[in-house]
């Protein structure tokens, strides 16, 4: 480590001792995963003169953070019993997680503004119970998933220091090369829709971007990503990062940690418990069906260890030559555009994950202005010409109109939905044209993982659109509870939802792969009556798009494994307009945007045809370079 360059880590530490006035106390300083952390027995000091850190990440460009020794922390039982004495109780305070391996309290309240607005002197109790303090929005209801992660975390304190020290010091070692070569490998989401996956590989470093399954696939040369075919040694990556929670881009995320990868996995902060919420459902479903899981709830509970959440543009370190930024994609709840920032700027992948560039009812639009941007990977799930959605007003009048068509009738529609983006959409919307009298008067079954996940949703109000944050933070109201809605927490209570008489009824999965909707689906389909009423993408090869296309009679198993046939006479019909994608006119409008600085184009995520549509449109408008590639290529960036 005598190397004179400013990446050796023993200088980088000097550097950043230099700058600290003794007074601060600073008994060490360690990696702490993507950050250095600074350790004091006196945190007031520092607290009080904020600057000094400031100042410090200005010259080194790192992210470095405070913290407090062990020896001074407080018993968790004294720290409690202090704090819950000067928090409010309208603050309605509903868990006090102490994270041990940072020396962080985490306060989850269900109106966090009234313990900030009461003079909380943050710094004062910081210095009395020797923890950091976070005051965090509670979800309305528990969610299992989020207590999950905490009881993991709780568990595994000390394995997470040793982890997280680790990792530091990778991200941290010396530079060998300064030059750098950058060569993107498809691994899966390429030429389909489906098992994202792509390694980027640099002189100095190896990163997993997405790591997802294809849903519609049973045979695992084509449900699961072609990591066997660049024949890497989990040892040698620096990073996995995952853009957003959806299975086709996360679902193979714990077969990493099931082989021995000891590294970190980085994604927004709702993306975790989203991601467990999905995976753990994927193991029960699959379990139900009799099919296999590649892994367990061991193999989710590693993940969780290794999980470094990171919020929205963030400049972070995740390898000697490679910086992070995620950005908000506007998709689903927590969804990123992965910016890549590589070897000192020398070159830019901006990856456009799953994106909408169109605000929604619950997020704002994808971000747009990146300072830097060479290769931009785009999603093209709605890539040809014919894919112009309609806007929001007429979708949503088309939407209402054909339910109303069918409950006039005295039918029930049946809306399979993804737990996670769409249904708290749908739900939004039906709310609001009831209360308008625009929609039928009718009760709304909610059934699958839709609850948890719209708890998910409230815990993390600064990733939603900007009406719906301040109404869930500074309101205090819940936009995703309405009279309308009775949630079925069993499926005992199905028969309510089945009774004569028009209703709706949301259920997950999304494409009719598994989980209660199928239930409702073997009940409804027979009756011409009934409608089936799709609003989101069907992935090929899935029985949610087979019967979009037309199939009037699927097998489908019973409880009692037995097949059954079902026929399909209800009405089949889609609603455009909804999607959590851009369309066709949207992904132009965002390549526009980048196009002063781009200089290649990689087209992905979509069907063969639309992705062949889009990149030669794109290389024709915008001159260009344009990639298409299947999977396992190989493309230079640089
Ligand atoms: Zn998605």
């Not at 405070?66 to 305070?93: F, H, Q, T, W, Y």
């Not at 370190?317 to 994609?329: E, G, Q, R, T």
């Not at 809306?415 to 249904?423: L, M, N």
């Not at 739900?427 to 709304?444: A, S, T």
Request: glycine fraction near 6%; include cysteine; aromatic fraction near 8%.
């Amino acid at each position: 480590m005598q190397g004179q360059s400013f990446n050796s880590s023993t200088n980088l530490m000097n550097l950043i001792l230099k700058d600290i006035p003794s007074e601060a106390g600073i008994s060490r300083v360690e990696y702490e995963g993507p950050r250095i952390a600074l350790y004091t027995k006196n945190p007031k000091f520092l607290m009080e003169n904020n600057y000094i850190i400031s100042d410090i990440v200005n010259t080194v460009k790192k992210r470095v953070i405070l913290r407090i020794e062990k020896v001074v922390r407080k018993s968790e039982d004294e720290a409690r019993k202090i704090l819950m004495n000067v928090i409010p109780k309208e603050a309605g305070v509903t868990n006090v997680f102490f994270d041990d391996a940072l020396g962080e309290v985490i306060i989850e309240a269900k109106r966090p503004n009234s313990i900030i607005n009461n003079n909380f002197n943050s710094i004062e109790l910081v210095n009395e119970i020797g923890w950091k303090i976070k005051i965090r929005k509670a979800p309305h209801i528990p969610s299992t998933s989020m207590s999950n992660i905490y009881y993991t975390l709780k568990s595994s304190a000390e394995d997470r220091e040793r982890i997280y020290k680790t990792i530091g010091e990778r991200i941290f070692r010396p530079r060998i090369l300064s030059d750098s070569e950058i060569t993107l490998l498809t691994l899966g989401g390429f030429g389909q829709v489906g098992r994202s996956c792509m390694l980027l590989e640099t002189s100095e470093s190896k990163v997993l971007i997405d790591c997802g399954i294809h849903p519609g696939s049973r045979n695992p040369l084509e449900s699961y990503p072609r990591l066997d075919w660049v024949d890497i040694d989990l040892d040698e990556l620096d990073a996995v990062i995952i853009s957003h929670a959806h299975l086709d881009h996360s679902g193979f995320l714990p077969v990493l940690y099931k082989y021995g990868y000891d590294g970190p996995v980085y994604c927004s902060e709702p993306t975790l418990p989203l991601m467990v919420l999905l995976l753990t459902d994927f193991i029960k479903v699959a379990s139900m069906q009799g099919d296999y899981a590649p892994y367990d709830m061991r193999d989710i509970r590693e993940m969780i260890k290794h999980c470094i959440t990171l919020p929205y543009s963030l400049v972070t370190d995740i390898s000697p030559d490679i910086k992070l930024v995620l950005n908000n994609a506007g998709h689903i709840l927590g969804s990123s555009i992965i910016h890549l920032h590589i070897g000192e700027g020398a070159h830019n992948v901006i990856y456009t994950g799953d994106y909408k560039f169109e605000r929604t009812l619950l997020f704002e639009s994808a971000v747009w202005n990146y300072p830097r941007a060479e290769t931009l990977i785009t999603e093209s799930t709605y890539g040809s010409k014919e894919d112009i959605m309609p806007n929001r007003e007429e979708a949503e009048n088309d939407f209402v109109n054909k339910i109303n068509e069918t409950l006039k009738e005295g039918g029930k529609v049946l809306i399979p939905v993804p737990a996670v983006g769409r249904a708290q959409e749908i739900m939004l919307v039906l709310d609001r044209y009831m209360r308008m009298g625009k929609l039928i008067e009718v009760p709304i079954f909610i059934e699958g993982m839709i609850s948890e996940a719209t708890a998910i949703h409230v815990a993390y109000p600064e990733y939603l659109a900007r009406d719906l944050r301040s109404k869930i933070l500074e309101e205090d109201t819940n936009p995703f509870v309405s009279e309308y809605f009775t949630i079925i927490e069993h499926p005992s209570n199905r028969d309510e939802a089945l009774r004569e008489g028009p209703a709706l009824i949301m259920a997950t999965s999304g494409m009719l792969e598994g989980g209660p909707v199928l239930e409702y689906f073997k009940e409804l389909a027979t009756s011409d009556k009934n409608k089936i009423l799709f609003v989101s993408y069907q992935i090929n090869g899935t029985l949610g798009r087979r019967i979009l296309d037309g199939a009037r009679e699927v097998n489908l198993i019973n409880e009692d494994g037995k097949i059954k046939v079902v026929n399909i006479n209800c009405k089949v019909e889609k609603v455009e307009g909804f999607s959590g994608h851009s369309d066709y006119n949207q992904i132009m409008r965002f390549v526009a945007k980048l196009r002063p600085k781009l200089r290649r184009i990689i087209v992905a995520h979509g069907e063969k045809k639309k992705i062949e549509n889009m990149a030669r449109v794109l290389s024709r408008m915008f001159k260009i370079p344009t990639f298409q590639p299947d999977i396992q290529e190989a493309i230079k960036l640089r």
